[in-house]
Structures are given as structure tokens and as C-alpha cells.
């Protein structure tokens, strides 16, 4: 469970997100939409500690990740698969994942990473940068999953991937919700897609939340008035 | 050819190829450790010359208190340590003093680590004056060995490219095979998303510079077998062994291996047939023409950008 109260994020003097509040339970998946430059890419790099921020209060679970370094917030629980994937390129699927071990000290890669995405399997040895964008995106979830995450973090996962791979996506991140029950916080443009993944959705417009959702009472209508430029 | 009889021209380049391997065990010994500071984590270290002179200065120490009791047959693998040691020690110093501040400005560490440069030579000349000093070698290293009556090959030389061997394939098995070395290269790759999985980058950062110094050290420790020491002996290398780490392309050891190989044995051959720096300028200008139609160097790694 994740729960931010009034954070706020600054590129100097100007304020990008100005006190936002939620909470994400477990088992939970939310989304977060919004037009480009509306805040979420700098949401989610504050809550990954690479963006400092302040905050009445950031946890997870019980414990208070404010002010955390990236690699403390990962060893408390969250993980992040970074808009435009940002896997390591030279080197290879297999290294890349392994990268993500640090935090269970385990040195080989669990079994039921290659049983959700086979195709990094069948392409251990490939250097990562030699993938197409959607291995890179399987590669960047596996990645983040094997540090065992309770939060998991997904900034626009479907930017820039064929139709048919996207399709793919929204049926591994509903299995990997089903499979560890953990909370699932994805940014998105695209609403087909979150329909298919998300429990409930809010609509961010310059850094304030202003719309909020249950999946099942969604107005796509309206959430799509917000999303058109 | 050249006056020369053709059993005499084996000979000669027997032996100036076995002074070739010297130098390229001396070269790459250098830039081994300035290949994991300036290749993998991109800090131009004008300083990496000192830290060799750390070590050489450790082991000459050492030698003279060998000689003093009486073992000086054995200080040697105690002289790599303590070198190494030293180093490792002064480098993880350096990295959280200076050098940690200056990874987003690149070519203010140029600046920055050659003022450190020169502070440091100034404490060599103040701690072990401007003399130039030479280590007492153990007598199994004293000598050559004579396959035939004309070819000479020195044992010190040897030892040094034994000692080279084990370093290269200790830097390889560190960087390719163990966890220290993957968080290494996923920092070195992209330091932000390192963070984002969990790896303490700042912590690797520093492990990494005071080990790519701890290596420089035992280089420093392994030249004291073939010249002597003084305060700016570390500065005649530094130039060589940027070369060297450019020329094979930064982020690939591989490349950093083959480069030092082509570099000493060229200078070394070259420099019979012709005047010492005629030699040298040969070998800059044919580096000059490969770097002009490879600017990533001989082994760029391919992948897509």
C-alpha cells in the first residue's frame, strides 16, 4: 500500500506538482492520466526519489519513505519502469535483470520471471540495446519485478509500441497483480489500455489532481475531453 | 636489410619484440586501472600517474626495510599488497573528497585532479626528496635467461608480464563475472536507473575509483622491478596510458588490451629502425589516421543508440 499526502515537486521557483494526496491499496491497480506535460513523469520520478520533493507524508506500508534515496525506496518496496524504458544497453537481457537481484541477494533469476515474459528467455544473451522497443518494456518490467516490489511503478508503458505488443502488456500486468497481489500505479495517455488494467483511474491537469474514478463508473467520454488537447 | 645479416635481424626482433611485451605489460598494467576510472566511469584522472608513484614509493620503502632484516627475497608479494592498500586508500580518500562532486562536470575534474597532481608530486618531493630511488630487487629476479647465445631476455621483464597476466584476467573476472562488477557497469551505463534497481551508486562510485587506484598501484609496484622512482615518474606515463585507453576505445577492456599491444610493439620495434622519437611520431600519427576513421576507437562496442 502506498500512501502520499500534499507532495510537491519544484523545478526551481516553478511548482509542477502542487500537493497532490492518494493512496493505492494492495492489489490495486491505478492510473494516472493526463496530456503530456501535465506532471506525471515528475510524479513518478519524485516517488522514485530521483526527483526531490516534499511531502506531509510517503509510505509504504507502514514505513516512511521521505526523503529516501532511490536504492532505500526499492529496498522498502518500490520498483519503477521509467518512460522510455531506459534499460542498460550494452548489456545483455540476462545482466539486465540481474541488476534488479541487489535487493533479494539472490544470483540467480526466479523462474517465473521467464514464464511471464519467454521471449527474454530465448534471448538471454542478446545485448539490450539490440531489442525492439517491446522486449526493451518486457525487459524493463522484469527487471523491476524481481526486486520483489509491493509498489510497482509504470511511467507510460505503451509510448512509442505496436498495437498488437500493448495488448500483451495489459494481459502480463494483470497477471503479475493476480500472481503477488501488489499495487500496481501506471501513467497513461492511451484509455483503451488502462480500462483494461486499472481499478480506478485520476486525471491529472498541471501538477493537481481534478478527476477521480472507479473503473466501472468511468465516463470515457469525459475522461477523453480531458485527455484531447 | 639495413646492413644487418638475417640471423641477426631474428634476433633483434626476438629481443625488441620481448622489450615490446615489457612495455606493453608496463602500458596496459597503467591503463587497466585508468580504463576502469576514465573508461567505465568517465573521470579524467590526471592524477592516475601519482597513484602509480604511491605504490612504487610503498615498495621501495619496503625493499630498504627488507634489506634492513634480512628478507628481501621474499618482500615482494608483501610490497603488491601494501601497494595496492595504500593506493585503494588514498583513492576512496580522493573519490569523497574531490571527486564526487565534479561526476555532472567532466571537464572540471580535469582541472581538479591535475591540481591533485601536483599537490601530490610536491609531497613526494618533500616526504622522499627529488632523487630518484630504485628498489632492492630479490635475487631471483636479477639476471636473464639465454635461450640462445645471441638473444637476451630479461627476468624482471618476465615477472612483470606474469604479473600483468594475473591483473587482466582478475579486472575481467571482477568486471564481467561477479555482482561488484555488474553494478559497475549498470552505473557506469546509466546512473539514475542503477539507483532506480536498488544499487547504492554513490557507494559503488567510490569503490570503483579507489579500486581503479589500488590497481594503478601494484602497477607502480611492478615498475620499481624495471626503472627507478622519482617524484614525476608517474607523469611521463599518464600521457601513454590515455592513449592507450582512447585508442582501444573506452568502454571496452578488450579494446584497452589490444591497444597497449599495438602501441608497445610498434614503439618498441620501430624505435630500433629508427631514432627513438621518430618512432614515437610514427606511432602517434598512425593512432592519429585510425582514431580519424574510428572515433570510438578499435572496439566500440555495437549496439543501437
Known sequence: ?229 | MFGYSMAEIGNVFVMQGFSGLSLFSVLLLMALGLAIIFGQMGVINMAHGEFMIIGAYATVMLSKFAVKYDFVNYYFPFAMIVAFGLAFAVGYLVEFVLIRHLYKRPLDTLLATWGLSLVMQQIFRSAFGAKEVSAELPEWMLGSFKPTPDIDIPINGVFVMGLTALITAGVFLFMFRSRWGLRVRATVQNRVMAGAVGINTKKVDRITFALGCGITGVAGAAFTTIGSTGPTSGSLYIVDSFMVVVFGGAASLLGTISSAFGIAQAQSILQFFMTSSMGKVTTLLTIVIILMMRPEGLFASKIRK
Do not use: W
Not at chain 1, 142 to 166: F, M, Y
Not at chain 1, 207 to 219: A, P, S
Open chain 1, 1 to 229: 500500500m502506498l500512501e502520499i499526502e500534499n507532495m510537491q515537486v519544484s523545478y526551481g521557483q516553478s511548482k509542477v506538482i502542487q500537493g497532490v494526496s492518494f493512496k493505492a491499496e494492495k492489489n490495486e491497480t491505478l492510473a494516472i492520466m493526463g496530456r503530456n506535460g501535465m506532471g506525471k513523469t515528475t510524479l513518478f520520478k519524485a516517488l522514485m526519489g530521483i526527483l526531490p520533493s516534499k511531502a506531509d507524508k510517503a509510505m509504504i506500508d507502514s514505513e516512511s519513505i521521505q526523503g529516501d534515496e532511490s536504492h532505500q525506496r526499492v529496498a522498502k518496496g518500490i520498483a519503477y519502469v521509467p518512460q522510455g524504458r531506459m534499460i542498460f544497453p550494452a548489456m545483455t537481457v540476462e545482466e539486465n535483470i540481474e541488476t534488479g537481484l541487489e535487493k533479494s541477494g539472490d544470483r540467480v533469476i526466479p523462474d517465473d520471471i521467464y514464464a511471464l515474459f519467454p521471449v527474454l528467455f530465448d534471448m538471454k544473451k542478446r545485448k539490450g540495446g539490440n531489442l525492439s522497443g517491446g522486449q526493451q518494456q518486457q525487459l524493463a518490467i522484469a527487471r523491476a519485478l524481481v526486486t520483489n516490489p509491493k509498489v510497482l511503478l509504470l511511467d507510460e508503458p505503451t509510448e512509442g509500441i505496436q498495437p498488437s505488443i500493448i495488448k500483451d502488456i495489459a494481459k502480463v500486468l494483470n497477471e503479475i497483480r493476480k500472481m503477488r497481489e501488489i499495487t500496481i500505479i501506471v501513467s497513461e495517455q492511451v484509455l483503451s489500455f488502462t480500462m483494461e488494467i486499472a481499478d480506478r483511474i485520476i486525471v491529472i491537469e498541471r501538477g493537481n489532481f481534478i478527476h477521480e474514478d472507479k473503473r466501472d463508473d468511468v465516463d470515457a467520454a469525459k475522461i477523453k475531453k480531458y485527455l484531447s488537447v
